[in-house]
């Protein structure tokens, strides 16, 4: 998955979309709020995409946040061996996604945290099944990402801050 191939076909430039992006990414912050009343640092956000986008990696989350981001990245060793290639590849797409986030007033900063000052639709209402599926991947992800610290996270996923 590259983002020099977005633009081949309809469901890549679909994907890649800032607005998808930015709806992931509130659906991620939002969810970490609610479950721990705490904004998500603002490093974590770089770490939500790269998990939820490619099929084969939000396949592999679990539907419940039972199990620790710890726990998931030593059960699926194939997809932390390619999550550092696939976090840097999206890099852009997730600044991008993040302005486009903040521009609508989708997600603020205050003090390097990411807040969600509305909810943002829930799967229940997305489009499709897949579109429900990535914000199901990014709630999880945003519930594990605010209780892990920030450093730990990238290092676990291999990737550096």
């Not at 659906?27 to 939820?52: E, G, R």
């Not at 903040?102 to 099944?129: E, F, V, W, Y």
């Amino acid at each position: 998955m590259t983002t020099s191939s977005h633009h081949s076909t309809p469901e890549a430039k679909a994907l890649f979309n800032p607005a998808f992006g930015a709806y992931l990414l509130a659906s991620s912050i939002h969810a970490a709020a609610k479950k721990t009343h705490i904004p998500m640092p603002w490093p974590s956000v770089f770490l939500v995409l790269p998990l939820v986008l490619p099929e084969d990696t939000r396949s592999s989350l679990p539907t419940r946040s039972t199990m620790t981001l710890m726990a998931w990245a030593n059960a699926n060793p194939r997809q932390r061996a390619t999550f550092a290639e696939r976090a840097a590849t999206l890099t852009d797409y997730t600044r991008a996604s993040l302005r486009t986030a903040m521009r609508h007033r989708a997600i603020d900063i205050q003090t390097g945290k990411l807040n969600c000052p509305r909810a943002p639709k829930p799967p229940s209402a997305a489009p499709g099944d897949e579109v429900a599926d990535c914000a199901r991947a990014a709630a999880l992800v945003g519930r594990w990402l605010v209780t892990t610290e920030s450093a730990r996270a990238f290092t676990v996923l291999g990737v550096r801050p």
